[in-house]
Nanobody, 124 residues
Framework: QVQLVESGGGSVQAGGSLRLSCAAA??????MGWFRQAPGKERAGVGA????????TYSDSVKGRFTISRDNAKNTMYLHMNNLKPEDTAVYYC???????????????????WGQGTQVTVSS
């Protein structure tokens, strides 16, 4: 059973930081990504990373504030979130695919495997 396990969500004040983790329990995926969904909005890409090359991409709304890192030996991906804003409040999902996505884009339908989601709440 394919499994992505997320951790690290929580509540923080604006300007604060959080780190999310996503562990792939059974498989090493070629491309992994983070998505988020706020109430009443569609799920949207936050950032993604390709295994091997380490190529990353970010949405404009988080560029310069969020960073993805990946520990291939542990099959774990991290999302380092700094200078958080209230508009970052959402459920954050880890996602993965067996495909090596190039160009690296965050299209929901390209990602086959999903975590359960973790809530991030940023208060003003």
């Amino acid at each position: 059973q394919v499994q992505l396990v997320e951790s690290g969500g929580g509540s923080v004040q604006a300007g604060g930081s959080l780190r999310l983790s996503c562990a792939a329990a059974t498989y090493a995926y070629w491309t992994m990504g983070w998505f988020r969904q706020a109430p009443g909005k569609e799920r949207a890409g936050v950032g993604a990373v390709n295994r091997g090359s380490g190529t990353t991409t970010y949405s404009d709304s988080v560029k310069g504030r969020f960073t993805i890192s990946r520990d291939n030996a542990k099959n774990t991906m991290y999302l380092h979130m700094n200078n958080l804003k209230p508009e970052d409040t959402a459920v954050y999902y880890c996602a993965a695919t067996d495909l090596y996505l190039t160009p690296l884009e965050m299209v929901v339908s390209d990602f086959k495997y999903w975590g359960q989601g973790t809530q991030v709440t940023v208060s003003s």
